[in-house]
């Protein structure tokens, strides 16, 4: 039976959400929720109301789809699919929203990821195995991130996991690369990180704007 894990105020759960196949259609419905962050995490509906921190989440945010989406795109590597995408493996019994999704025309070509249609109109989500996800800690996120969706999403076989934590006086930006037993975090190098699903570096690095607030730089090299 599925249990519920509420983070601050209050959404209505449906009776019967007691598997993924429940969750998605409720998910396709027009009673799920437009705010917050709902998912299905193998077996466990989560839920998540908390109001996003604009300088260490929104902006992280906002610096990866810059760069990354624009990576992807002048290269054209695949699709690049910043927050609010649906992503769902049903081989894990996963169903969230991360921060950043990756696909690439391979992965696409040979079925690994597909995009599937809404009941009404479009398209609401992506189901299968993606190349790359990007999480961005939030205090109510900490263990669902760096914990939970770590093991599914390796088990998924995702390939890369990249996990920012922007709280507090520490900038952390790992790449999590698949291992036999669990992910792997790639070694840096003078603050560098080498993606093997880009071929490329990465480096994340913090300053301060002019009214003194944190402005993120994402370089690749």
């Known amino acids: 039976m599925s249990t519920v894990v509420l983070y601050e105020d209050e959404v209505t759960i449906p009776d019967g959400i007691k598997n993924l196949g429940a969750f998605r259609r409720w998910l396709h419905s027009k009673q ?16 998540d109301m908390s109001e996003e921190q604009i300088f260490t989440h929104n902006q992280v945010k906002q610096e990866f789809n810059l760069v990354v989406g624009g990576l992807v795109k002048s290269c054209r590597l ?10 769902t493996n049903t081989r894990v019994s996963l169903a969230c929203q991360p921060d ?8 696409i070509e040979a079925g690994r990821v597909r995009v599937v249609q809404g009941e009404r109109e479009g398209y609401l989500e992506l189901e299968g195995s993606p190349d790359m ?4 800690v939030s205090t109510s996120s900490v263990e669902k991130d760096t914990v939970t969706l ?5 088990q998924a076989g995702i390939g890369e996991y990249w996990l920012v934590d922007a709280r507090g006086d520490r900038l952390d930006f790992t790449i999590l690369r698949q291992g ?5 975090a790639t070694r840096k190098q003078a603050g560098w990180i080498k993606s093997r699903v880009f071929g490329s570096f990465f480096r994340l690095t913090l300053r301060l704007d002019q009214s003194g607030n944190p402005e993120y730089t994402l370089s690749v090299r």
């Open 78 to 87: 695949g699709r690049y699919f910043p927050d609010g995408v649906f992503l």
């Open 150 to 154: 770590r093991d599914l999403y390796w």
């Open 100 to 107: 950043g999704v990756f696909v690439a025309h391979a992965t």
């Open 133 to 136: 996800v990007l999480e961005v």
């Open 180 to 184: 036999p037993s669990g992910y792997v």
């Open 32 to 47: 799920f929720p437009e705010t917050g962050r709902i998912c299905y995490l193998n077996g466990q509906v989560r839920v």
